[in-house]
Every structure is written in structure tokens, then in C-alpha cells.
T-cell receptor
Framework: SQTIHQWPATLVQPVGSPLSLECTVE??????LYWYRQAAGRGLQLLFY??????ISSEVPQNLSASRPQDRQFILSSKKLLLSDSGFYLC???????????FGNGTRLTVT | AQSVTQLGSHVSVSEGALVLLRCNYS??????LFWYVQYPNQGLQLLLK??????LVKGINGFEAEFKKSETSFHLTKPSAHMSDAAEYFC??????????????FGSGTRLSIRP
């Protein structure tokens, strides 16, 4: 069966520090991969999605970036964190076409 | 463009009572529709999905939803609430004709509380 791993579960970082969140998927090949952000009391905001290695689409301009160095690995990065980057970050995968999203357990990021 | 509206950011029901969470969508084409549940500090879990087959869709944990094209609605129901149903629920819509990247649009969520 397919599984998705996301780490770390929680992270506290100072303003201006770099960020790297990692997500890996097992049990499937060539998944679509996604990064979402969920601010407190708000819905999900799609940040990035990828249909293949090295192919990244950005939905919202910001100081975050994403990379997909391997088929089942998706990384969210920032060179310098802002206070507004605090939130709950969720990685997800889906099959090809319109299929449901399968989410990781999320990373709670607090920028201080 | 597609959108989804969840009426009521917070719904509270008594244990054993009917659960009704409302979702209305806007789409220029027949959509695919989803309900997800999120427990505190966890990711979202798929409850059920509508993909143009039967209009009444049964999901996990005793939940079901009915697609009503005339009302552009996809409300989530459960006959008898259980304390373990307390969570955040998200309705989502997707265009079946989308490209290979499944761009699912989420509603703002409804927090369900269960009173003992």
C-alpha cells in the first residue's frame, strides 16, 4: 500500500533562518506531489505542485520554493523565513488525472 | 473557475443527533466532489468522493453525501453523531477535465463539535 512520510512534525525557527521540509512517498510511482499551507483557522492554500521530477508549478508568489529531486521526494525550502511563514504545512500525493489527494501528517512551523 | 462554499465555520450537535455539514459548489462543468476530515495536528483523510456515478455516496465512519445538481450542493450527513466525530471537515471540488495535476479546490472548513 502507499504511504507518505513528512518530517519534521514540529519546527521552531527564528526569522531569517533557512527552511527545509521533506516529504517522501512509498508504494507508488510517478505521483503528483503537492505542498499546502494551512494558517490557523483557515482553509488550505496550495503552494506548489509537481507532475514529475524537476517539474514544479507555483501557485502563490512568496519566499518559499519547492524541488523534486527524485520521483517520490518533494522538498519545501526557504532561504530566509518570515514571521508570516508560520503555519501548518501539508504534503500530499495523488495518482494521475483527477484522483483524491492523500496527505501526510503535516509539519507545524513556528517562526519566532 | 471553480469554487466551494461551506456554510457555517462551526457546527455543534449533541451525541446521537444528526450531523449535517453544508457544501455548495460552483463549476461550469460537472465536477468531482470530495469530503475530507482533519483531526487536530494531523493531515486530511478522505471521507468520500463523488465522481459522476451514484449521486448518494457512502464513505467511512458512517458518513454519506448526496450530490444535488439542481441545488449545486454536496452536503455531508451522518444519522447519529459520535464523540469521535469531532474534527474539522473540508469540502473540495475538482474539474474532471483538469490536466494531469489534480488541482482540487478546498472550502474553508467546518469545525464539528459534539456535546455529550
Amino acid at each position: 500500500s502507499q504511504t507518505i512520510h513528512q518530517w519534521p512534525a514540529t519546527l521552531v525557527q527564528p526569522v531569517g533562518s533557512p527552511l527545509s521540509l521533506e516529504c517522501t512517498v512509498e508504494g507508488t510511482s510517478n505521483p503528483n506531489l503537492y505542498w499546502y499551507r494551512q494558517a490557523a483557522g483557515r482553509g488550505l492554500q496550495l503552494l506548489f505542485y509537481s507532475v514529475g521530477i524537476g517539474q514544479i508549478s507555483s501557485e502563490v508568489p512568496q519566499n518559499l520554493s519547492a524541488s523534486r529531486p527524485q520521483d517520490r521526494q518533494f522538498i519545501l525550502s526557504s532561504k530566509k523565513l518570515l514571521l508570516s511563514d508560520s503555519g501548518f504545512y501539508l504534503c500530499a500525493w495523488s495518482g494521475q488525472g483527477v484522483s483524491p489527494l492523500h496527505f501526510g501528517n503535516g509539519t507545524r512551523l513556528t517562526v519566532t | 473557475a471553480q469554487s466551494v462554499t461551506q456554510l457555517g465555520s462551526h457546527v455543534s450537535v449533541s451525541e446521537g443527533a444528526l450531523v449535517l455539514l453544508r457544501c455548495n459548489y460552483s463549476s461550469s462543468v460537472p465536477p468531482y466532489l470530495f469530503w475530507y476530515v482533519q483531526y487536530p495536528n494531523q493531515g486530511l483523510q478522505l471521507l468520500l468522493k463523488y465522481t459522476s456515478a451514484a449521486t448518494l455516496v457512502k464513505g467511512i465512519n458512517g458518513f454519506e453525501a448526496e450530490f444535488k445538481k439542481s441545488e449545486t450542493s454536496f452536503h455531508l450527513t451522518k444519522p447519529s453523531a459520535h464523540m469521535s466525530d469531532a474534527a474539522e471537515y473540508f469540502c473540495a471540488v475538482s474539474d474532471p477535465a483538469s490536466s494531469s495535476a489534480s488541482k482540487i479546490i478546498f472550502g474553508s472548513g467546518t469545525r464539528l463539535s459534539i456535546r455529550p
